[in-house]
Nanobody, 118 residues
Framework: QVQLGESGGGLVQPGGSLRLSCTAS????????MSWYRQSPGKERDWVAT????????TYADSVKGRFTISRDNVKNTVYLQMNNLKPEDTAVYYC???????????WGQGTQVTVSS
């Protein structure tokens, strides 16, 4: 049974930091690119960042570049999102995604709420 479980969300003041984690099970974690997405109320789900299977390549949305860092630990089957200098517009539910089309991998976690407010 495939599972992706996010954690680490919460309430933080503007300028603060949070680290999100997403732990996977039920599939070969190292075979999948991992991404973070986010969704605010009334808006579509937006892509935030992606990391390649080995961690050698990372890409970011312009809105988070320089503030967020995606990383992974293929031994712990976990992907992380370090979020620094948070802004109110970063408020959203954050989801992790595992993807590799050639292997039929396209899995989502249940999401974790991040709220940036003073």
């Amino acid at each position: 049974q495939v599972q992706l479980g996010e954690s680490g969300g919460g309430l933080v003041q503007p300028g603060g930091s949070l680290r999100l984690s997403c732990t996977a099970s039920g599939f070969t974690f190292g075979n999948a690119a991992m991404s973070w997405y986010r969704q605010s109320p009334g808006k579509e789900r937006d892509w935030v960042a992606t990391i390649s299977t080995t961690g050698s390549l990372t890409t970011y949305a312009d809105s988070v570049k320089g503030r967020f860092t995606i990383s992974r630990d293929n031994v712990k089957n976990t992907v992380y999102l370090q979020m620094n200098n948070l802004k109110p517009e970063d408020t959203a539910v954050y989801y992790c995604n595992a993807y590799r089309s050639s292997l039929g991998i396209d899995y989502w976690g249940q999401g974790t709420q991040v709220t940036v407010s003073s």
